[in-house]
């Protein structure tokens, strides 16, 4: 596979800010987050971390008006980080970022209506997003959110899903979820919900 050097050393540039927890001017976001809602308040810190597609194809139009695609994607270090917490009743969101919704649209909002309807949760859950990741950018961020969501509160509310029953939990929330939650290079198809693991590093080559 050829990708661009440009493109190779951008995602150097990320994974190595990302994996110090520096965002833009070198500012230790993680500590940001903290400052403001400090972990001792929350009872789950998680990340969700992006994807990337190294190869797309459309193959044609479904009856259900989506696309039929093959990809290759991955996971990078780019990621938000997420804070949740129970509360006495109802789903409260907060962020950093000021154009993120934080009402029904929110993917993480449908993520948590879902389970606490699907597991009879009878608590509340408020979460903190601190984005890193773009706004519909085309990163799957929102999906990142919600399987990072959906792995929280299955440790928050002792659950014990499996990672493929997490999957198809988030499935019928958004199709890049399902990747998301086991965050391995695979070969996906479908809407992005048919997932063939690639076990072999890939071949990547500067042009």
């Known amino acids: 596979?050829?990708?661009?050097?440009?493109?190779?050393?951008?995602?150097k540039i990320v994974a190595k800010t990302s994996n110090k927890h520096l965002g833009v001017g070198g500012i230790d976001t993680r500590g940001v987050a903290r400052k403001i809602y400090p972990?001792?308040?929350?009872?789950?810190e998680s990340k969700s971390i992006r994807k990337n597609n190294l190869a797309l194809?459309?193959?044609?139009?479904r009856e259900?008006?989506?696309?039929?695609?093959?990809?290759?994607?991955?996971?990078?270090?780019?990621?938000?980080?997420i804070y949740i917490n129970t509360i006495a009743s109802g789903i409260?969101?907060?962020?950093?970022?000021?154009?993120?919704?934080?009402?029904?649209?929110n993917i993480m909002y449908k993520v948590v209506a879902l389970m606490k309807e699907r597991y009879n949760i009878k608590?509340?859950?408020?979460?903190?997003?601190y984005k890193h990741?773009?706004?519909q950018a085309g990163l799957a961020g929102g999906s990142a959110d919600g399987a990072a969501v959906i792995k929280a509160m299955n440790k928050l509310f002792y659950l014990n899903l499996s990672n493929e029953e997490m999957a198809a939990l988030g499935k019928e929330v958004g199709a890049d979820i399902p990747f998301c939650i086991y965050q391995k290079i695979a070969l996906v198809s479908g809407v992005g919900e048919k997932l063939k693991f690639i076990k072999n590093s890939l071949n990547v080559k500067y042009y």
């Open 64 to 81: 259900d008006g989506y696309h039929e695609l093959e990809m290759i994607m991955a996971p990078i270090t780019l990621h938000d980080l």
């Open 92 to 105: 409260e969101i907060d962020s950093n970022s000021k154009i993120m919704p934080t009402d029904e649209r």
């Open 39 to 44: 972990t001792s308040r929350w009872s789950n």
């Open 133 to 135: 990741i773009p706004t």
């Open 123 to 129: 608590k509340g859950v408020k979460i903190f997003v």
């Open 57 to 61: 194809d459309v193959i044609g139009k």
């Open 1 to 11: 596979m050829r990708v661009s050097k440009n493109y190779v050393d951008l995602e």
